[in-house]
């Protein structure tokens, strides 16, 4: 369902970013037990919107993980934030 806008007496409605929806929390990630939630984001030129996962059970006391949109993991073994990301894409 998407949000209704007016637009010069006509009722369109505009899909809402999915991406955002699906990336949040209870995220699941190929070759990772358990799920995980989005603690930060940031914009990337080469993978654009990057999402810093931190585990749902284990919290700070495991790695995090930085995944594009689908879910590809782009760097793991994250302690460091989204610097990790912008160090190891220089």
């Not at 284990?58 to 934030?81: H, M, P, Q, R, W």
Request: glycine letters at 8%; charged letters at 30%.
């Amino acid at each position: 369902m998407g949000k209704r806008i007016k637009l010069s007496g006509i009722m369109r409605e505009i899909p809402i970013n999915q991406e955002q929806e699906v990336l949040k929390d209870n995220i699941t990630i190929k070759g990772h037990q358990g799920t995980w939630y989005v603690i930060d984001k940031a914009e990337s030129k080469q993978h654009g919107t990057i999402y810093l996962l931190e585990h749902e059970q284990f919290g700070d006391e495991t790695a995090c993980l930085i995944v594009d949109s689908n879910k590809k993991i782009l760097v793991d073994d994250v302690y460091n934030g989204l610097d990790d990301y912008f160090d190891f894409y220089k």
